[in-house]
Structure formats: structure tokens, C-alpha cells
């Protein structure tokens, strides 16, 4: 919402807001921008703002004051995605990420390759890019790409959003279930995609992971246009294969339908990460672009914040953070750190903080996915009135089956008991790899503060 304001005020709007709090970075930004924000939420609000619009964001719900005022005085309303359409949208071509994994870094390398090819695109996405140090950016060109999220929308509008987004070319990433807050089961969750898939043009473009099938067969069966797929060291129309990895990235070949193949390098570690590459690589070639031109947006994409950024080396001990929480994301971030960082030993902290990772629904394949590291440190949740008792992650289940796999594991709620341990642990050429969708409570400062030598 905070960038959207941001993307609203740069094409000309007049625009304000409305928060319960606002804090740093974001109060920075919209002071910065121009933009007044009313706090807290308020009817009141509304006259000081006298908009033409209300823009209400999902985490609002009916009953909220404001909101509520909106529906009495009949000012006309929109959610974010729906406005985002009709505003900016209705004469461009957007290009739209979707998917359970990989959606921020595979959007912020489609956006840096049609700009280092000299495109003026415009791009809004879910983390702050590091070439561009933000999360949008308003271009005058024609291509406009966008992170699509299957959450929903708003508490008038209970789809996803990327079904506002006219998609006329697309990347479709993975399909696992998450979001179990929202989405009942695995068929459910599908169902979005299928839905999105069904608002694709005939003369669009779709390119789909082909390591899931199921993506690819609810992208053949529901969208007009045709399909084009990829994969590493699959079979698909883009295949990367040929992969090296180390301390600059990856490098690795791409073979199309065209025929030939070019080296080129990603400055990023992980299959996951090639293949997403991959996407980008067969998207870009349909708009036309060149190998040569894709190669130098690859080799010149310096990532996106919280994903496998390193915060700091203190004493010999290197800090990534990363934002996965899904157990596949947490499985191939280890997997890539340890193809980056391989001389390394690597303790895995990892705060289950989303709806779906606070359940047992992955329990299993949190096992298998944390046990890729050296080491396990986990920050215990506490009870979440969302998730019923029975349905809770069973952490002492995950730690003892760790354990058993000869991965000392250990965990606790207090961020700054962890934060003893593991500055108490950590040895000269170890790599502390945090994970969590959120803050994790300070836990990344107060590390790199606490290694640090007592004079």
C-alpha cells in the first residue's frame, strides 16, 4: 500500500492516508514523497482528506471505523489491486509473477532485464530491490511487472489479487499449498491459479515451472494462450543445465526450442533461483529481446533485500537473511547457501511465523528441509488464536527428529535467549542463516551486536 501511495503520487495524484500507526521506514518514505498520513484510523480522517477515492487495504476489516464511514457516506471505494488496474494498468502491458515460491526475486529480475535493455518500465513488487533501492518504480514504457499474490483482496473482494492485474504476459512459478489461513485445502488453493490462468489473453504469454506438474497441466487446461515451460536439467522448452555455482553466483547455459545456448551468469545461488531465471529468460525472448541483452540484465542483478542478503561478518561469522518460511523456500535457500558458501559450516535460525508454518500441515517437510544445515536453532511460536491447539507445529517433534538425524537442533520463544546462543556457539567461518517472513524481533542486530569483541 505504502508504495502503491508512492507510485499514485509520482503519476500525479493527489494522495493521503490513513493508519492506526505508522512507523520507519515507511513514515520516512511518504514524508519524502509528499504524502500526509492520518493517524489513528477515524471518520474524521476523511473530511480532512475530502478524496475522490478510498483505497482500503486486506488487513481492514468492515467494522473498522473509517471503513465503516466510507459505506455511510457513499464515497466510492476500491481495494489496492482493483485501483492498481484501472489506474495504472489499463493502457500498458503487465507482466505478472505468480506462484507459491520465488515471486520477489523472479519479478525484481524480469523488471532489471527490460531496464538494462534500455526499456523505461514501470515494476511494483514485494521487497525493496537493490539495484533500484525500492519496491516500484513508475516508468513511461510499455511494460509494467508485478509481483502477483494469491492472497485476498479486501474485506469486500475475498479472491486474489493478481486476478485484477490483466496479466498479458506471465510467469507461473510453483503451486504448493500455503495460506492455509484463507485457502481450505490444496484444491482450493489451486483454484486461484486456475482462475488466473483463465484471465490470460489468446495472444498472451505463460511460462510455466515445469518441476510442477500440476502448474503446468492447470495452465494448459484453463489459459487461452499458449504455454511455454522451463526447467533445470529438465525436460522443457528453456532448460538451464551445465551449472557451476561458487562465490560469484552461478553460471550456467540455457537451451531453447530456437536452438543454441549462451553461458551466462546469475550473481545468485540456488536451483531454485536458475530456474526462476529461466522464466525470466523465456519471457523476455517472447518480447523480443536478445541472449545478449538477457545476459547483461542476469550478470549486472545485484538481488533483492531478505533474500540471501548478507547483513554482516563479525569476527569471522557471516549473517545471511533470508525471507523464506515455506518449507520448499527453507529447503532450497540452505541448499543454495551451501553451493555459495560451501567451505562454510551453516547453522540455520528459523522463526515459524507464518499462519501456514505455525502448523503441522508441513511438519514432515520442515524435518527434511531444516536438515540440510549443520546446525538448527528454531524460535518456538507462541500460541496464535488462529491456529488451533491440535493443528500446531509440534516443535519438540521437529527438534527430536533433527536430533536423530544427527543435526543438533534447539529452540526457545525468548529472541534473546537465541540470540545467546548462538553468539555463545558460533565459530570463526560459520554462516548464520536467519529465516522468517518478519522481523524476527530484532534478532539480526542484536547478533551482529553480540559477536562483536568486549573491550
Same mark, same amino acid.
Given at each position: *500500500?505504502?508504495?502503491?501511495?508512492? *507510485?499514485?503520487?509520482?503519476?500525479?495524484?493527489?494522495?493521503?492516508?490513513?493508519?492506526?500507526?505508522?512507523?520507519?521506514?515507511?513514515?520516512? *518514505?511518504?514524508?519524502?514523497?509528499?504524502?500526509?498520513?492520518?493517524?489513528?484510523?477515524?471518520?474524521?480522517?476523511?473530511?480532512?482528506?475530502?478524496?475522490?477515492?478510498?483505497?482500503?487495504?486486506?488487513?481492514?476489516?468492515?467494522?473498522?471505523?473509517?471503513?465503516?464511514?466510507?459505506?455511510?457516506?457513499?464515497?466510492?471505494?476500491?481495494?489496492?489491486?482493483?485501483?492498481?488496474?484501472?489506474?495504472? +494498468?489499463?493502457?500498458?502491458?503487465?507482466?505478472?509473477?505468480?506462484?507459491?515460491?520465488?515471486?520477489?526475486?523472479?519479478?525484481?529480475?524480469?523488471?532489471?532485464?527490460?531496464?538494462?535493455?534500455?526499456?523505461?518500465?514501470?515494476?511494483?513488487?514485494?521487497?525493496?530491490?537493490?539495484?533500484?533501492?525500492?519496491?516500484? /518504480?513508475?516508468?513511461?514504457?510499455?511494460?509494467?511487472?508485478?509481483?502477483?499474490?494469491?492472497?485476498?483482496?479486501?474485506?469486500? %473482494?475475498?479472491?486474489?489479487?493478481?486476478?485484477?492485474?490483466?496479466?498479458?504476459?506471465?510467469?507461473?512459478?510453483?503451486?504448493?499449498?500455503?495460506?492455509? %489461513?484463507?485457502?481450505?485445502?490444496?484444491?482450493?488453493?489451486?483454484?486461484?491459479?486456475?482462475?488466473?490462468?483463465?484471465?490470460?489473453?489468446?495472444?498472451?504469454?505463460?511460462?510455466?515451472?515445469?518441476?510442477?506438474?500440476?502448474?503446468?497441466?492447470?495452465?494448459?487446461?484453463?489459459?487461452?494462450?499458449?504455454?511455454?515451460?522451463?526447467?533445470?536439467?529438465?525436460?522443457? %522448452?528453456?532448460?538451464?543445465?551445465?551449472?557451476? &555455482?561458487?562465490?560469484?553466483?552461478?553460471?550456467?547455459?540455457?537451451?531453447?526450442?530456437?536452438?543454441?545456448?549462451?553461458?551466462?551468469? #546469475?550473481? *545468485?545461488?540456488?536451483?531454485?533461483? #536458475?530456474?526462476?531465471?529461466?522464466?525470466?529468460?523465456?519471457?523476455?525472448?517472447? +518480447?523480443?529481446?536478445?541472449?545478449?541483452?538477457?545476459?547483461?540484465?542476469?550478470?549486472? &542483478?545485484?538481488?533483492?533485500?531478505?533474500?540471501?542478503?548478507?547483513?554482516?561478518?563479525?569476527?569471522?561469522?557471516?549473517?545471511?537473511?533470508?525471507?523464506?518460511?515455506?518449507?520448499?523456500?527453507?529447503?532450497?535457500?540452505?541448499?543454495?547457501? @551451501?553451493?555459495?558458501?560451501?567451505?562454510?559450516?551453516?547453522?540455520?535460525?528459523?522463526?515459524?511465523?507464518?499462519?501456514?508454518? @505455525?502448523?503441522?500441515?508441513?511438519?514432515?517437510?520442515?524435518?527434511?528441509?531444516?536438515?540440510?544445515?549443520?546446525?538448527?536453532?528454531? /524460535?518456538?511460536?507462541?500460541?496464535?488464536?488462529?491456529?488451533?491447539?491440535?493443528?500446531?507445529?509440534?516443535?519438540?517433534?521437529?527438534?527430536?527428529?533433527?536430533?536423530?538425524?544427527?543435526?543438533?537442533?534447539?529452540?526457545?520463544?525468548?529472541?534473546?535467549? #537465541?540470540?545467546?546462543?548462538?553468539?555463545?556457539?558460533?565459530?570463526?567461518?560459520?554462516?548464520? +542463516?536467519?529465516?522468517?517472513?518478519?522481523?524476527?524481533?530484532?534478532?539480526?542486530?542484536? +547478533?551482529?551486536?553480540?559477536?562483536?569483541?568486549?573491550?
Amino acid at each position: *500500500m505504502g508504495a502503491f501511495a508512492g *507510485m499514485l503520487k509520482a503519476a500525479g495524484y493527489e494522495v493521503t492516508g490513513s493508519d492506526e500507526n505508522v512507523y520507519p521506514p515507511m513514515s520516512d *518514505m511518504l514524508r519524502e514523497w509528499g504524502i500526509e498520513v492520518y493517524t489513528p484510523y477515524s471518520p474524521e480522517n476523511l473530511g480532512r482528506a475530502k478524496p475522490d477515492l478510498v483505497i482500503i487495504g486486506n488487513v481492514i476489516r468492515r467494522v473498522n471505523v473509517e471503513a465503516t464511514a466510507v459505506r455511510e457516506r457513499g464515497i466510492p471505494q476500491a481495494s489496492f489491486p482493483a485501483a492498481f488496474g484501472s489506474l495504472l +494498468l489499463s493502457d500498458k502491458h503487465p507482466i505478472v509473477i505468480v506462484g507459491t515460491h520465488g515471486k520477489t526475486t523472479t519479478s525484481a529480475l524480469m523488471a532489471h532485464v527490460l531496464i538494462s535493455a534500455g526499456e523505461d518500465a514501470s515494476f511494483l513488487v514485494g521487497g525493496v530491490t537493490l539495484n533500484y533501492g525500492g519496491n516500484y /518504480r513508475l516508468g513511461k514504457g510499455q511494460y509494467v511487472v508485478i509481483e502477483g499474490d494469491e492472497y485476498d483482496t479486501a474485506y469486500f %473482494d475475498k479472491g486474489p489479487k493478481f486476478l485484477h492485474y490483466r496479466a498479458r504476459s506471465a510467469i507461473l512459478t510453483s503451486i504448493e499449498f500455503d495460506h492455509a %489461513d484463507i485457502y481450505r485445502n490444496l484444491a482450493h488453493y489451486e483454484s486461484s491459479f486456475e482462475r488466473f490462468c483463465e484471465t490470460m489473453p489468446a495472444d498472451g504469454f505463460l511460462a510455466v515451472s515445469g518441476s510442477y506438474g500440476r502448474a503446468v497441466a492447470i495452465a494448459r487446461t484453463h489459459a487461452k494462450c499458449p504455454v511455454t515451460t522451463y526447467a533445470v536439467n529438465g525436460k522443457a %522448452d528453456y532448460r538451464a543445465d551445465n551449472e557451476t &555455482f561458487g562465490t560469484e553466483g552461478a553460471r550456467f547455459h540455457i537451451h531453447s526450442t530456437e536452438g543454441g545456448s549462451r553461458e551466462l551468469l #546469475l550473481p *545468485m545461488c540456488g536451483y531454485h533461483n #536458475l530456474e526462476n531465471a529461466a522464466g525470466v529468460y523465456a519471457t523476455a525472448r517472447s +518480447l523480443g529481446f536478445t541472449d545478449k541483452q538477457i545476459a547483461q540484465g542476469f550478470g549486472t &542483478f545485484k538481488g533483492v533485500k531478505r533474500r540471501q542478503e548478507e547483513r554482516g561478518e563479525v569476527n569471522g561469522v557471516l549473517l545471511i537473511d533470508d525471507f523464506a518460511h515455506h518449507p520448499t523456500a527453507v529447503r532450497e535457500t540452505i541448499e543454495g547457501i @551451501r553451493q555459495r558458501y560451501a567451505e562454510r559450516r551453516i547453522w540455520a535460525v528459523f522463526e515459524p511465523r507464518s499462519n501456514t508454518s @505455525r502448523r503441522n500441515i508441513h511438519q514432515a517437510q520442515y524435518v527434511d528441509a531444516l536438515a540440510g544445515a549443520d546446525l538448527v536453532t528454531l /524460535r518456538e511460536p507462541e500460541p496464535h488464536d488462529k491456529v488451533p491447539a491440535d493443528q500446531r507445529l509440534d516443535v519438540g517433534k521437529l527438534l527430536a527428529e533433527l536430533n536423530a538425524r544427527s543435526v543438533p537442533s534447539d529452540a526457545s520463544p525468548d529472541v534473546a535467549e #537465541l540470540v545467546r546462543r548462538v553468539a555463545d556457539g558460533a565459530r570463526r567461518n560459520d554462516l548464520v +542463516l536467519v529465516m522468517s517472513n518478519g522481523a524476527f524481533g530484532g534478532f539480526i542486530p542484536s +547478533l551482529l551486536e553480540a559477536l562483536r569483541p568486549r573491550v
